[in-house]
């Protein structure tokens, strides 16, 4: 018996038609905003003849310049020697964990102090149980004791409820929140890059790539100096940029048969740009692949694109009783049209939930990315359930 494959179309003339249903109005996109310019500050120092005054455990220690760091009543603290005392100042975190790296940020004298901490904490109680971290980087100039950066790079928090009748304690109810940005240092230069985000149902964290944002270092501090759009798709694919009218346009693909696709229409109900897609193939073993794709070529119209291969995503070969589904489901009853899934068909009822596997073919990265939560996830039967 031939493996069941769940075939979607979406008919020529009403493929740029914006859907009609489950839009989330009330998406959530949590980070914090970038400021123009992170100003340097001023350490405030307290000078000592011996390093006897330390309260707390030595962390780390660097030699140019010969400097302890340690961990103070009120933080991280580092203790420089100048001549024969010790200046001595708090680095303004109080982290559960620590990181310390060097760099020379400024091209002047000795290499920066860059500090990554990070603090997190958890309760449980009853039947319910929540967590909530930070992460962050704070770079220090340990020649003139100016702070050039105090960022917090990430907050992640989640709480769940749990059904404590039931014998695998299930998890009834499940919300996150969070973001998380990469900072990256070169000589007189700083970027900063959203890579994590809440998603539109606040269920669960997404990947991103949001906008580059490109920082120079001067005299004030870090201040914009321009913003860089970020490359969409996986380049480690090799079918990645790839741009076809038609699948035979591509040489190595020729042998490939069509099964269906769609657009992935936005989660924002005021934003009908239709950009990306899904297709959906059989390749020359057999086997079910998924590419997510970008319209591109597009005539005056927004019609006629031509598809650019961001990422794509082999299946294999379907079980005689698992259906790929795709464009038709859900995440906590919203339609989502990123979400690929396999699905095992059981007794008849309008959304099937016994979901094997699932996808997201990632809009905000360009790449299709496992989805670890498979809690809320649904897809709707091809057709009714009959009486």
């Known amino acids: 018996m031939k493996a069941k494959i769940l075939l979607l179309f979406l008919c020529s003339s ?80 109080e982290g559960t964990s620590f990181d310390f790296d060097r760099q020379n940020i400024n091209n002047i004298g000795n290499d920066e102090l860059i500090v990554y901490w990070e603090d997190s904490g958890g309760h ?24 050039l950066l105090d960022f917090q790079t990430s907050e992640y928090a989640e709480g769940g409820d749990v059904d404590l009748n039931s014998e695998d304690f299930n998890v009834i109810d499940y919300s996150s929140e969070c973001y998380t940005y990469n900072v990256e240092f070169t000589e007189m230069q700083m970027t900063i890059q959203l890579i994590e985000q809440t998603s539109g149902d ?45 699948i035979t346009d591509i040489p190595e693909l020729k042998n490939w048969t069509k099964l269906g696709g769609g657009v992935i229409y ?12 899904i297709s959906n193939y059989k390749d020359d073993n057999g086997d079910m692949v998924f590419i997510l794709q970008e319209f591109v070529e ?15 995503l082999n299946i294999g070969k379907l079980k005689n009783n698992e259906l790929a589904w795709y464009q038709q489901c859900r995440k906590n009853t919203i339609f989502d049209s990123e979400i690929i899934a396999i699905v095992v068909a059981g007794e008849c009822k309008n959304y099937e939930d016994n979901i094997v596997k699932a996808w997201r073919a990632n809009t905000k990265t360009g790449k299709i990315q496992t989805i670890e939560n498979l809690i809320g996830i649904d897809c709707a039967r091809e057709h009714d359930c009959e009486d």
Do not use: M
């Open 124 to 147: 449980t109680s009853g039947g319910g149980s929540h967590f909530f971290g930070l992460s962050g980087v704070i770079v220090y100039d340990i020649d003139s004791y100016n702070c």
């Open 202 to 246: 606040s269920q669960e964290c997404i990947d991103v790539l949001g906008d580059k944002f490109v920082y120079k270092l001067t005299g004030s501090g870090f201040v914009l100096d321009r913003k860089e759009k970020a490359e969409l798709g996986n380049k480690e694919n090799p079918l990645y940029g790839k741009i076809y009218k038609r």
């Open 266 to 277: 936005p989660k924002n109900s005021e934003n009908q740009d239709l950009q990306f897609g």
């Open 298 to 312: 597009q005539d005056e119209k927004g019609k006629n694109p031509k598809y650019k291969i961001l990422d794509t």
């Open 14 to 93: 009403c493929f740029f038609i914006p859907v009609v249903y489950g839009f989330d109005t009330d998406e959530i996109e949590r980070y914090q905003e970038l400021p123009d310019t992170f100003h340097i500050t001023k350490a405030e120092v307290k000078y000592f003849d011996s390093i006897s005054f330390f309260r707390g455990s030595i962390l780390d220690s660097i030699e140019s310049p010969q400097a302890y760091i340690y961990e103070g009543e009120y933080g991280v603290a580092i203790a420089i020697k100048e001549k024969n005392k010790y200046a001595t100042f708090y680095l303004g975190t």
